[in-house]
């Protein structure tokens, strides 16, 4: 049997060591002071997903930036003649152009398969767990067959992200100073989707029982087929470290669990670092994924 490995980043939430034969390589967070000081630290290494949400409340200019080329083929060369076969997962490209640059350097090292992945977050975890399961039924787990469980898990999750503190979305350039303005005036939560269409605003929600509502409809479309007792294999809960889980939050979470009949898995896990960075301290996500 071929020796593989998997590479992800930190936009996966997943630790150094956390699995046997996977590794993380850290994206960078770059946090400038109020005296315009900057430092530049490993996600999830130098600096927590906590330490990041405590930086974007004490008011710091918090950005990210993808790890470069030459880090990236430093990365590879730690690992390369250890595996006969190596597939990396990066952060999906309609959140950072990290893909580009793995797909450039791939070219000089022909063990190395650049997947176009989707997801984040638990969802990576999701995803390792169900690699490892193809290892085990496959006495060769070539690109074919990991692309193939790529395209077919396309229309099968989605993210719900939502945001109560809009300014790193307005920071980043993800929204407008009009939209900011207006959600802030109308005390709204909003609603950021990332399935296989990409990251996108979807819409603004008073509730969160709305959004989920608007998750379901929004999956009835894509299929007809879909029934939310039988249809939602599992349910990642996702949060920023300084959110706190309200009543209303608990509630609707309880009336979803209630809803799927106890057909579904829940996990429960922090939002990575990487991702807080664009978010804001006050995020709150639903990560759903359909058999």
């Given at each position: 049997?071929k020796?593989?490995?998997?590479?992800?980043?930190?936009?996966?939430?997943?630790?150094?060591?956390?699995?046997?034969?996977?590794?993380?390589?850290?994206?960078?967070?770059?946090?400038?002071?109020?005296?315009?000081?900057?430092?530049?630290?490993?996600?999830?290494?130098?600096?927590?997903?906590?330490?990041?949400?405590?930086?974007?409340?004490?008011g710091?200019?918090?950005?990210?930036?993808?790890?470069?080329?030459?880090?990236?083929i430093q990365?590879?060369?730690?690992?390369?003649?250890?595996?006969?076969?190596?597939?990396c997962?990066?952060?999906?490209?309609?959140?950072?152009?990290?893909?580009?640059?793995w797909?450039?350097?791939?070219?000089?090292?022909?063990?190395?398969?650049?997947?176009?992945?989707?997801d984040?977050?638990y969802?990576?975890?999701?995803?390792?767990?169900?690699?490892?399961?193809?290892?085990?039924?496959?006495?060769?787990?070539?690109?074919?067959?990991?692309?193939?469980?790529?395209?077919?898990?396309?229309?099968?999750?989605?993210?719900?992200?939502?945001?109560?503190?809009?300014?790193?979305?307005?920071?980043?350039?993800?929204?407008?100073?009009?939209?900011?303005?207006?959600?802030?005036?109308?005390?709204?939560?909003?609603?950021?989707?990332?399935?296989?269409?990409?990251?996108?605003l979807?819409?603004?929600?008073?509730?969160?029982?709305?959004?989920?509502?608007?998750?379901?409809?929004?999956?009835?479309?894509?299929?007809?087929?879909f029934?939310?007792?039988?249809?939602?294999?599992r349910?990642?809960?996702?949060?920023?470290?300084?959110?706190t889980?309200?009543?209303?939050?608990?509630?609707?979470?309880?009336?979803?669990?209630?809803?799927?009949?106890?057909?579904?898995?829940?996990?429960?896990?922090?939002?990575?670092?990487?991702?807080?960075a664009?978010?804001?301290?006050?995020?709150?996500a639903?990560?759903?994924?359909?058999?």
């Amino acid at each position: 049997m071929k020796k593989i490995c998997y590479l992800v980043d930190s936009s996966s939430g997943i630790k150094s060591k956390q699995y046997k034969n996977v590794y993380v390589l850290p994206l960078l967070i770059n946090v400038i002071n109020k005296l315009n000081e900057t430092k530049t630290y490993k996600d999830n290494v130098d600096i927590s997903c906590k330490k990041i949400c405590e930086h974007i409340t004490k008011g710091d200019d918090v950005k990210t930036s993808q790890a470069s080329p030459g880090q990236i083929i430093q990365f590879i060369n730690s690992i390369y003649e250890k595996y006969d076969k190596i597939f990396c997962i990066p952060i999906p490209i309609s959140i950072s152009n990290n893909y580009n640059s793995w797909n450039l350097v791939s070219k000089n090292y022909p063990k190395l398969h650049i997947i176009k992945n989707i997801d984040v977050a638990y969802a990576v975890k999701w995803i390792i767990n169900d690699l490892f399961e193809l290892e085990k039924k496959n006495k060769d787990l070539t690109i074919e067959i990991v692309e193939k469980y790529f395209h077919e898990r396309q229309n099968k999750s989605l993210c719900m992200l939502t945001v109560s503190n809009v300014n790193q979305l307005k920071k980043g350039g993800r929204l407008n100073e009009f939209a900011a303005s207006a959600i802030k005036l109308l005390n709204l939560k909003i609603i950021i989707f990332l399935d296989n269409k990409g990251l996108y605003l979807f819409k603004c929600c008073k509730t969160i029982d709305k959004a989920i509502k608007s998750v379901f409809k929004h999956f009835k479309k894509e299929n007809d087929n879909f029934d939310p007792v039988n249809s939602i294999k599992r349910i990642a809960i996702l949060k920023s470290p300084t959110f706190t889980l309200t009543k209303e939050i608990n509630d609707s979470i309880n009336d979803l669990k209630k809803i799927c009949k106890n057909k579904t898995n829940f996990y429960v896990d922090e939002i990575p670092g990487i991702i807080c960075a664009h978010t804001g301290a006050e995020s709150f996500a639903l990560y759903f994924e359909l058999y």
